[in-house]
């Protein structure tokens, strides 16, 4: 560092420091970046107090030449510059602050938005853009997801037990190994649920009301449909293989082209016919 100092430039010319009447120089740079600095010359650990900003240390090391430090502080700079509300996903009282601050009237818009692992149980969540957005192990037990879309939604391992999904746009959302017992997507306007392509690959529906539903060529491999009410669903192209529907209600449910490889289909409560599978 002294050598930086008092290092002679290009031109012959020592470094423009200021000079006292005594011979002192004055070191005309900024106290709060170069105080961490010096400390770490006399014991080589690096402390930054609150509010010293990496970015500006960073610069002071690159001036005196300390090459030691400087991936440390590149590190902690990166860090400090990402914001907080972009690496963080939002939580439970960051949503019910923006339901009440709004008019139940608005379109809330929520597309692309973290929300893995927050507790939404029991909100109401109607009409609201969830597109794109991530849902992963979230809890939404009992809350009222009607006519919400989840397009292409991760709602992976997420817990929907009991939730309202009437009018649900769920096309290609990924809702693989997610809890859905006792739901309900039945309409009885004829709004349905809307789940065409979507990843419920072991999944668990036992006991939701699924009259009517959407399941256009789904996933449904190992998924448990125990008791569920799917009467005039349209399960054609789904794959159902190694499926649990015992005790379901599949009467005019379009089956065409789906894999039913290995399905149960144990305690029908109405006979299944052929022409629906053909």
Not at 53 to 66: D, M, N
Request: charged share 25%.
């Amino acid at each position: 560092m002294l050598g930086r100092l008092f290092s002679e430039g290009a031109d012959g010319t020592v470094w423009p420091s200021a000079k006292d009447r005594h011979g002192a120089y004055l070191v005309d740079r900024s106290p709060t970046y170069f105080e961490p600095l010096l400390n770490y010359l006399r014991h080589g650990q690096l402390i930054l107090d609150r509010g010293v900003s990496p970015r500006g240390v960073l610069e002071e090391a690159k001036f005196y030449g300390i090459e030691s430090v400087i991936p440390e502080l590149e590190r902690i700079s990166q860090q400090s510059e990402c914001d907080p509300g972009d690496c963080l996903p939002l939580t439970r009282q960051d949503v019910i602050r923006v339901l009440t601050r709004t008019s139940h009237l608005s379109e809330l818009r929520f597309q692309g938005v973290d929300l893995s692992g927050a507790d939404l149980s029991r909100l109401d969540l109607r009409h609201i853009n969830f597109k794109w957005a991530n849902l992963r192990k979230c809890r939404l037990t009992w809350a009222n997801l009607s006519y919400c879309c989840l397009e292409r939604a991760d709602l992976t391992l997420a817990n929907l037990e009991g939730a309202q999904l009437v009018g649900a746009k769920m096309m290609c959302a990924n809702m693989e190994a997610a809890h859905l017992r006792s739901c309900n997507m039945e309409d009885p306007a004829g709004n349905s649920a809307n789940l065409e392509g979507v990843n419920l690959k072991d999944a668990d529906l036992d006991g939701s009301q699924m009259a009517g539903v959407n399941l256009r060529v789904a996933t449904l491999k190992n998924a448990n449909l125990q008791n569920c009410h799917l009467r005039q669903a349209i399960l054609a192209g789904a794959d159902l293989e190694n499926c649990n529907l015992s005790g379901s209600d599949l009467h005019e449910a379009n089956l065409r082209g789906a894999n039913l490889k290995d399905a149960v289909m144990e305690l029908m409560l109405t006979p299944l016919h052929m022409a629906q599978a053909i």
